[in-house]
DNA sequence: TTGACTGCAAAGTGTTTGCACCTGT
DNA sequence: ACAGGTGCAAACACTTTGCAGTCAA
């Protein structure tokens, strides 16, 4: 196991939150997983593992996760949630084709927070930046049909 | 009826699709509301006026807009979808205490787009970007509790 | 030991769909 | 006339909740 999701486990026991090999199991999962699953996702992978868990298990634990600030809910227009571990400052980029996410770094646009808040008269805490259109793979499916 | 409005009903009229006082009712209320309300406001908010009209008829609707390309959809991590009728470019402000949305214009970040073309491979079509915080009423408020 | 956690099933939301009837063009 | 729209209810997908039994600390 990484030594991030050791330091995780160390930061959920420090909030009294007790561990269970399910609990364990589904943020190792999260953090180690590049995808950005669903909840669903999350179930079935975990499913040859624990056959007997339910998805109610799943959704309270990932609940507890963001609660704790380990985890970041993303909402997208289409069906589920996806979660993601990664709580540096990062951007996705999104296929409109196959779904895929990718992760994009970059250092946070505070600028334009400043400009919010002057226009507004927000406090602006932060912000979410999503991109969307086409991953390479799809272009190369898409152009190679003539 | 704003030229705006008028307007829409010319594009709609154009794509083949027909005009009935629901359909009209929607739009109009969409494009004159500032408030980015969700599908069950729409439904609400013309209940006096139409009694008899379902819901189903409401996302019907919200859906012929969507893809007729006069209303975007907006999704946060909270229940339902809002609607939004100004399609030019504009970023949104929303309060996490009272859930208030509001616009905030700014040139889109198309310089932005290209790194992320050239980080991912993607080709970007658009992004979107969301800004939370507190607004002014609801900072009033909290700061007035000694 | 005991409060927190799990699994299950049932309930809750928001949204979509199937179908008979109706209406705009 | 008739394709397309409406209203209704049932179906759906995702998520939450209630509860009895279980387990980590």
Redesign the interface.
Known sequence: MSSRVEHALQKLKATGIRMTPQRQAILTFLMESMTHPSADEIYRSLEPKFPNMSVATVYNNLKVFVEAGLVR?L???DGA?RFDADMSDH?H?T??QCGTI?D???SP?SD??R???Q??????????????????DC?AKSSSVH
Chains 1, 2 share one sequence.
């Open positions: 809910e909402t997208y227009g949630s951007y980029v296929c409109e990718v994009f770094e970059h646009l334009i927070e400009e919010v808040e226009h507004t008269g927000f406090v602006v805490k932060g912000h979410r930046m999503e991109f969307y259109g086409t991953c390479p272009m």
